[in-house]
């Protein structure tokens, strides 16, 4: 699962928390030089908030996962079905929002929104066996409806780190890399722990580093300068209360955050093609190795794109990026029948991290920075309930046409994705970019925490 996945129009909205954002929106300049991943981890601060990152990752990774196997051990695989889906929409649904509470309350916030996902957690994993498996999958669903946004809060950290823009699209494809690994190595994990003990216990350890990660993150953040509010640039008193309009009513939001969506829709479309594929011709069984192929084609394609120098604009590139998705859905199709299928799959994977790599560079340059949290993690979100998505609806159509048409139809979902991200304007204006625009400021208290 991607951390990370509707926000209330027109809510009042707090003086965002010093720490969580930028002392200034920075303008980050451009090198003239391809810079190295090693060049890129020797900058300060840089290996602590990757270390940080796998910690954060863990329980994400991990939670999810255990519940599964701890309600197919319980209840049978129908019910675990259902207490895994909910899981995944209760984190993915408000994500969004949680971030940008943790935004206005400040670093305590993220540590008590983990706090009380924590001891829901446990008490889900204490209930599981009762015999009214609907108590544990609501505790459970509520526990993830808490789940803190850590990730998102870590990937707006980076623009506060690097330099310049060569430096920001290296450790955002290095971070995304990382982030699969530790997706990959998750389920790992959790099976050797359920070998050794419990499940319910496994679900419970995995909560606790929610704790431990919470306050890493609380100690960066307190290490980077405090920030200014954005609303002093534009005039606006300190400390004012605005309503602020969903970035996803704004056009820069919607075409950051589209081709991100057809990314999780195509992905989750694999779930169901390629097991069906594989049986074409080989044991259902080997289609871990096209899934594979899917991880190991995001990761080529990370590496070589982070190490370019790129000439276009970020426009551009995640208009191209988005459209390869649709050329690789296509080459799935015509080879959707045969043992080439993984070979499609890879060339499927190849855009992925390059999407998201993008797809945060544009967080950083078009999004106000009191909201990089709440937009990275509208990244996440988009991805997971994507996919979600990819999987049910691709299932019904392969159930009825096979997967060639289920292919075929992923092609042109993202060739949507692709006009769209090419309408995003050249450059960020007031319009798209603020999201205050045209809304009065309001009155409101002062942080106490605030300078």
Same mark, same amino acid.
């Given at each position: 699962m991607?951390p990370?996945?509707?926000?209330?129009?027109?809510?009042r909205?707090?003086?965002p928390h010093?720490?969580?954002v930028?002392?200034?929106?920075?303008?980050?300049p451009?090198?003239?030089?391809?810079i190295?991943?090693?060049a890129?981890?020797?900058v300060?601060?840089?290996k602590?908030v990757i270390?940080?990152?796998?910690?954060?990752r863990l329980p994400a990774?991990?939670?999810p996962f255990?519940?599964?196997?701890s309600f197919?051990?319980?209840?049978?695989?129908?019910?675990?079905g259902l207490?895994?889906g909910?899981?995944?929409?209760?984190?993915a649904?408000?994500?969004?929002?949680?971030a940008r509470?943790?935004?206005?309350?400040g670093p305590?916030?993220?540590?008590?929104?983990?706090?009380?996902?924590?001891v829901?957690f446990v008490?889900?994993?204490?209930?599981?066996?009762?015999r009214?498996?609907?108590?544990?999958l609501?505790i459970?669903?509520a526990?993830?409806?808490l789940?803190p946004?850590l990730?998102?809060s870590?990937?707006?950290?980076?623009?506060r780190?690097?330099?310049d823009k060569?430096?920001?699209?290296?450790?955002h494809t290095l971070?995304?890399i990382?982030?699969?690994?530790t997706f990959?190595?998750?389920?790992?994990i959790?099976s050797?722990a359920m070998?050794?003990?419990?499940?319910?216990w496994v679900?419970a350890?995995g909560?606790?580093?929610?704790?431990?990660a919470?306050l890493?993150?609380t100690?960066?953040?307190r290490?980077?300068?405090i920030a200014?509010?954005?609303?002093?640039e534009?005039?606006d008193?300190?400390?004012a209360?605005?309503?602020?309009?969903?970035l996803m009513?704004t056009?820069d939001?919607q075409?950051?955050?589209?081709? %991100? &969506? =057809?990314?999780? +829709?195509?992905?989750?479309?694999?779930n169901v093609i390629i097991? @069906?594929?594989?049986e074409?011709y080989?044991n259902?069984?080997s289609?871990?190795?096209?899934?594979?192929?899917?991880s190991l084609?995001?990761a080529v394609?990370g590496?070589?794109?982070?190490?370019?120098?790129?000439t276009a604009s970020?426009r551009?590139?995640?208009?191209?990026a988005t459209?390869?998705?649709?050329?690789?859905a296509?080459?799935?199709?015509?080879?959707?029948?045969?043992?080439?299928?993984?070979?499609a799959?890879?060339?499927?994977g190849?855009?992925m991290t390059?999407i998201f %790599? &993008? =797809?945060?560079? +544009?967080v950083?340059?078009r999004?106000?920075?009191t909201?990089? @949290?709440?937009?990275?993690a509208w990244?996440?979100?988009?991805?997971n309930?994507?996919?979600?998505?990819g999987?049910?609806?691709g299932?019904?159509?392969?159930a009825l046409?096979?997967p060639r048409l289920v292919a075929?139809?992923?092609?042109a979902i993202?060739?949507?994705a692709?006009?769209?991200?090419?309408r995003?304007?050249?450059?960020?204006?007031?319009?798209?970019e603020?999201?205050?625009a045209?809304?009065?400021?309001?009155?409101?208290?002062?942080?106490?925490?605030?300078?």
């Open positions: 991607r990370g996945r509707h926000l209330p129009v027109g809510r909205h707090e003086r010093p720490h969580l930028p002392a200034v929106r920075r303008s980050h451009v090198s003239d030089t391809t190295s991943y090693r890129t981890l020797s300060p601060k840089v602590g270390a940080l990152g796998v910690l954060s990774g991990l939670v255990v519940v599964l196997i197919t051990q319980h209840y049978g695989i129908g019910i675990a207490a895994s909910a899981l995944l929409l209760a984190i649904v408000p994500g969004p929002a949680r509470w943790c935004t206005d309350h305590r916030g993220v540590v008590l929104m983990a706090l009380a996902s924590v829901l008490v889900a994993a204490t209930v599981t066996g009762y009214l498996w609907q108590i544990p609501v459970t669903a526990a993830g409806a789940f946004p990730t998102p870590l990937r707006a950290i980076w623009s780190l690097m330099p060569q430096h920001l699209q290296s450790i971070d995304s990382v982030e699969e690994l990959v190595t998750t389920p790992l959790g050797a070998v050794l003990t419990d499940s319910r679900t350890v909560a606790f580093l929610l704790l431990p919470a890493g993150l100690a960066v953040l290490t980077l300068p200014a509010d954005d609303s002093t534009s005039g008193q300190a400390g209360t605005v309503r602020r309009r969903s009513r056009r939001g075409g950051i955050t589209v081709p %991100v &969506i =057809a990314l999780g +829709l195509c992905g989750g479309g694999l097991p @069906a594929a594989t074409d080989a259902v069984i289609s871990g190795y096209a899934f594979a192929a899917f084609g995001g394609g590496l070589l794109y982070g190490r370019r120098k790129w970020l551009q590139r995640y208009a191209i459209a390869a998705l649709a050329v690789g296509l080459l799935l199709a015509a080879l959707s029948s045969s043992p080439l299928t993984i070979a799959v890879f060339f499927v190849l855009p390059p %790599v &993008i =797809a945060y560079l +544009l950083d340059e999004i106000d920075t909201r990089h @949290a709440e937009a990275n990244l996440g979100s988009g991805y309930l994507g996919s979600g998505a999987s049910m609806l299932g019904q159509l392969l046409t096979g075929i139809t992923l092609a993202a060739g949507v692709t006009l769209i991200a090419h995003l304007p050249n450059k960020s204006s007031s319009d798209t603020s999201d205050t045209g809304v009065p400021p309001q009155a409101g208290k002062l942080s106490s925490e605030a300078p």
